[in-house]
């Protein structure tokens, strides 16, 4: 790879970046928002997501778990896609699109708050996972593409990273992440 190749690469990270600030900032602190007042509740926030998805889940729970910047209480914050056990279980036994639902099935409850990944926004597992959180009274988050209509249509809040390459969604989200984190961060620690 040249460093031409590279810089491109960079520059097209950028500019994507630029994009959800310019069109996305209202929809974050909406985001925010509702990630606030789900904690003041009391509530929990669980979060679902596929393959680098997963991984971002994963990372997004753990600012929330831990802490972002400040000391602070842990927050509840759960990725549903870390139990192996389960995970395998329940691809065995019912099929890959229930390893989320199932889970929040047994998991969520009224006020509780998803938090679904998918760069395209059409994966059934993602879903299916949404239908049984709206079933459970969940409030729903959904981090998409800007193909992601599917998504948008069972989330009450969509960040939609205007873009079509996996890699510039995924690197979005977790700026996304990071930033819902020291908003909720801010607001909790005054």
Not at 67 to 73: A, G, I, M, Q, S
Request: charged share 25%; aromatic share 2%.
């Amino acid at each position: 790879m040249s460093e031409k190749e590279i810089k491109a690469q960079i520059a097209e990270s950028i500019r994507t970046k630029q994009a959800v600030a310019d069109k996305l900032t209202p929809q974050i602190k909406k985001a925010a928002n509702l990630i606030t007042n789900t904690l003041k509740k009391g509530n929990k926030i669980l979060l679902i997501g596929n393959g680098g998805s997963a991984a971002d889940a994963q990372h997004i729970a753990a600012e929330f778990v831990g802490r972002y910047l400040k000391e602070r209480t842990a927050w509840p914050a759960i990725s549903l896609a870390t139990d192996t056990s389960a995970l395998t279980a329940l691809t065995n036994d019912y099929g890959g699109q229930t390893i989320f639902s199932r889970q929040i099935e047994a998991l969520g409850q009224k006020g509780d708050l998803l938090i679904a990944l998918s760069t395209s926004g059409r994966s059934p597992n993602i879903l299916k996972a949404c239908e049984t959180a709206r079933k459970k009274k969940m409030k729903i988050i959904g981090l998409t593409g800007a193909k992601g209509t599917k998504l948008k249509n069972k989330s009450d809040i969509t960040l939609m990273v205007p873009s079509t390459e996996t890699p510039r969604i995924q690197e979005s989200h977790i700026t996304i992440g990071h930033i819902l984190a020291s908003l909720v961060e801010n607001e909790l620690t005054k």
